[in-house]
């Protein structure tokens, strides 16, 4: 049924191929060819004769251009380009038209068909001119097959034969632009594949490099066969187009295990090419349906090459679920459209606006649900305090936006919250139905996106059990259902988005492991056992604390509702590693129980100096709130340097056109954490449909090329200065450290970046503020005047910023 198939990479053949193991560096510096690359040179006068030529490198007579100059000059010379699969193929071009063409060799034992190797028979069959007129056909095409004469090659008791096929590029170099380009590439792949099976042929070996693209019309001239980035004839970069503005096709190739197999066949003996994920392999099955296989291996090159997100290239720690970013993305897609609609989404800065807006105003629905049920239970009055504390104090205001699991978990906690307090003021308990989905809320919660959760649910259960609200076996009815249905739902989607099939992944199963089992999470800092209680805490809650304990005495509903929050931070902070975000579900409670207390306080009666006293401490309180939340946003808005660093970059380097070399720029860890989010890398792909390439008004030009941001980690200065792809940096490294490892030589710095540093006061000024006499008020820079009296309060307490990070340029 099938013709053996031997190939330059046969083991019978392997001991008599060239050694290729030879360091690039003495090659080079050498200069002197591969031994490999002895055929190619050989053939050259005979290649010549049948029309072809090829590269100065190969032609006789050469001289290495770098003669004489520096160690490794030759990777700046056009003939120190080796083509990367020169061991079996070459490049060339046809003489009489100039058209660029791919030499491929190929070994077979003598006595084969005289149509020479399996591979080129099969070649030859889907290159036949009744399939070439099918438009469904994605086989490369065969110009013609060249028999090297036996005394040109050292090959003994072999035929050897040189495949000419018109030159092609990788599928995805340069990447996909837009959606309808990746989805042109499906369509055609799909469509040559069915072509192929229409006519009983598998391919047998789909890979990521059994594809290929006819780049032509990308490229205005010819491009170099080992660096497509530049020109053939190495007078430059070589810019390509989009191929929305010219479409391409897609070809498969190799087909050396491919075959044709008759109408019936059941199957095949199993062999298998590249991809070894095959499920026929992993289970070692004698035989297989080829072409089932070649679906598989299909779909496979789709998955791990074109559905890429940045989780996979920066994994971080532990995987987290995709479950809220995919809701969140959902739920946004209406106000995205409407804002785009208006004019107000131009850029993925925009994008990142519009969708922190609409996570801020669910996590604000939460939040007002609150406020309804304590106006319900305690009272207006209750109600409005509550709201006055919230929207004062700092930490969730700013945050609640951000899309970290601990804010995508905000919502269902603060609905439970909801509804454990939604009842009448003298009701004792909350309903049935409510204290059940309360008790799934939780369960959802903690098993998709914060398992710490577990810590408030248990407390909370224990409590409604001990009070007789509800049944054990009700608990566990709820929680198996609410718990199994959540696991399933984040397993599925979270093993297929991560890329872990088959093996099931549970992101916070895998992040209790790492932080509790393991006990990991001390890599990122241990802190003591109080640290919640007595700096946590009071950061998150300001004046709502003296407040909350006086709503404790006062109102035992408030101290039935905080024992199991308060439970929660007492269990947490049992974990070595603290941030103030474990413990933000708590701050809606205490919020209810401070609202409580300045309640008592602001409805004392006014005729007597303790009510009037009572009511100064509540107005005093809120001021506290207000003022302490302006410090810290003002700070807020200067302490994020990574953002205003792209952002500078971003104005500062559009999109390079005109035939030159595309932006390269490494980002730094500080400033990856401090706003340089995918959000402002504004001139790479994805671009949002709604997004319009005119980013922030700059228009791109057509044969514009996509900056490369690069958050590669553990890469120092010196690793960073020499690696040649870099264009740009935005590093944490001051000039002064660029200087120390020799980077300064090849490196310019284009600007600085300050950041929040601390406050200060000004105690001279204070000193003229408490004498009465008029000080000078400078900048900084030695300008300035005499203050009057609201400038010398204001300041009093000054911003302290430094520099925290550089950007540089490639001399």
């Known amino acids: 049924m099938m013709a053996s198939k031997e190939t330059v990479s046969s083991p019978v053949l392997a001991d008599k191929l060239p050694n290729t193991q030879d360091d690039p560096d003495t090659v080079m510096d ?131 034969e040189l495949l000419v096929m018109p030159f092609l590029t990788r599928w995805n170099q340069p990447f996909f632009k837009t959606i309808g380009e990746c989805v ?17 042929i598998a391919h047998n070996d789909i890979k990521s490099d059994s594809i290929m693209m006819d780049s032509r019309p990308l490229y205005a001239s010819l491009v170099h066969p080992a660096r ?54 992993v289970r070692q099955e004698v035989t297989c349906d080829p072409f089932a296989v070649d679906v598989y291996c299909l779909g496979n090159l789709f998955r791990e090459n074109i559905i890429q997100y940045d989780h996979n290239i920066f994994p971080g720690a532990v995987p987290r679920t995709f479950i809220g970013s995919i809701l969140l993305a959902w739920i946004s897609s209406p106000a ?66 951000r899309t970290l699991p601990n804010m995508f978990a905000l919502l269902p906690v603060n609905v439970a919250c909801y509804l454990i307090l939604d009842r009448a003021p003298h009701a004792t308990r909350p ?29 909370l259960v224990l409590q409604w059990l001990w009070q007789g609200y509800i049944s054990f076996w009700g608990v566990v009815r709820i929680g198996l259902i609410s718990g199994l249905t959540s696991i399933a739902l984040t397993t599925l989607t979270d093993t297929y988005l991560w890329g872990a099939f088959p093996t099931p992944l549970w992101p916070e199963f895998s992040s209790i492991y790492f932080n509790v089992v393991e006990g990991k999470s001390s890599e990122w800092g241990v802190s003591p056992f109080h640290t919640y209680f ?67 306080l602001v409805s004392r009666p006014k005729s007597n100096l303790g009510g009037r006293i009572a009511f100064s401490i509540a107005f005093a309180m809120i001021m506290v709130n207000l003022l302490a939340t302006a410090l810290l946003a003002t700070s807020s808005k200067v302490n994020y340097p990574g953002g205003e660093a792209l952002a500078f970059f971003n104005e500062r380097y559009p999109p390079v056109a005109g ?32 997004t319009p390439l005119h980013l922030n008004s700059t228009a791109i030009a057509a044969d514009s090329t996509w900056t490369q941001y690069d958050k590669t980690e553990h890469l120092g200065i010196s690793a960073l200065t020499s690696r040649p792809e870099y264009t740009h940096l935005i590093s944490e490294a001051s000039p002064s450290d ?62 302290r910023k430094s520099e925290k990070l550089w950007i540089y340029e490639r001399k």
């Not at 809320?441 to 407390?459: C, Q």
């Not at 860890?669 to 890398?681: I, P």
Request: aromatic share 12%; charged share 20%; glycine share 8%.
């Open 184 to 200: 042109d590439f499906f369509q055609q792949t799909i469509e040559g594949l069915e072509f192929m099976h229409s006519k009983s």
């Open 228 to 281: 497509p980035e530049m020109r053939r004839d190495w007078s430059g970069p070589s810019v390509p187009h989009t191929r929305t503005e010219r479409p391409v096709k897609y070809l498969y190739i190799d087909f050396g295990l491919a075959d044709k197999y008759p109408a019936l066949c059941p199957g095949r003996l199993s062999w298998y090419g590249g991809d070894r994920s095959v499920p026929e392999f």
């Open 534 to 600: 007595s700096s946590f805490l009071p950061k998150l809650l300001l004046s709502s604390i003296p407040l909350s304990l006086l709503g404790l005495l006062i109102d035992g509903r408030v101290r039935g509702l905080l024992v199991p929050y308060g439970l929660f931070v007492v269990l947490i902070s049992a974990l070595g590693h603290k941030e103030w975000r474990f413990i933000i579900y708590v701050v809606p409670p205490i919020n209810v129980a401070a609202a409580r207390g300045a309640r008592w």
């Open 738 to 799: 660029m200087e120390v490892l020799g980077g300064r030589k090849h490196w310019q710095e284009v600007a600085r970046i300050n950041g929040f540093d601390g406050w200060s006061v000004d105690w001279e000024l204070l000193k003229g503020l408490r004498s009465g006499r008029r000080v000078w008020v400078g900048n900084g820079n030695g300008e300035g005047g005499k203050a009057d009296l609201m400038e010398r309060v204001w300041g009093v307490v000054k911003m």
């Open 659 to 690: 035939g030159k070399a595309p932006h390269h720029v490494h980002i730094c860890n500080l400033a990856a954490q401090t706003g340089a989010s995918l959000f402002l890398q504004e001139y790479a792909p994805p671009i949002h449909s709604s």
């Open 431 to 459: 309903s049935s139905s409510r204290m059940n989905v309360s008790i799934a809320l939780l369960t959802a919660a903690a098993v998709i996106f914060r398992s710490e959760l577990v810590l408030l649910l248990g407390p």
């Open 30 to 160: 050498e200069y002197r060819l591969y031994d490999y690359e002895e055929f190619w040179a050989s053939l050259q006068p005979w290649l010549k004769q049948k029309g072809y030529m090829l590269r100065p490198r190969y032609q006789a007579g050469w001289k290495a251009s770098w003669f004489g100059g520096k160690q490794g000059a030759w990777a700046f010379c056009e003939d120190g380009q080796v083509f990367p699969e020169a061991k079996t193929l070459m490049d060339a071009v046809r003489i009489k038209d100039g058209e660029q063409v791919i030499l491929k060799k190929l070994v077979s034992e003598r006595g084969q068909a005289p149509s020479g190797s399996h591979e080129a028979k099969m070649a030859l069959t889907l290159s036949s001119q009744s399939y070439l007129n099918d438009p469904r056909n994605h086989c490369i095409p065969i110009h013609e097959v060249l028999r090297v004469p036996d005394d040109r090659h050292k090959e003994k008791h072999a035929v050897v």
């Open 336 to 401: 995205i459209r409407f804002a785009s609609s208006f004019g107000y989404v131009s850029s993925k800065f925009d994008l990142q606006i519009v969708v922190r807006l609409v996570l801020s105003t669910l996590n604000a629905i939460g939040l007002c649900l609150i406020r309804r049920a304590v106006h319900k239970r305690f009272g207006r009055l209750t109600g409005f305090l509550y709201t006055l504390l919230t929207v004062s104090q700092f930490h969730i205001p700013f945050w609640m936006g």
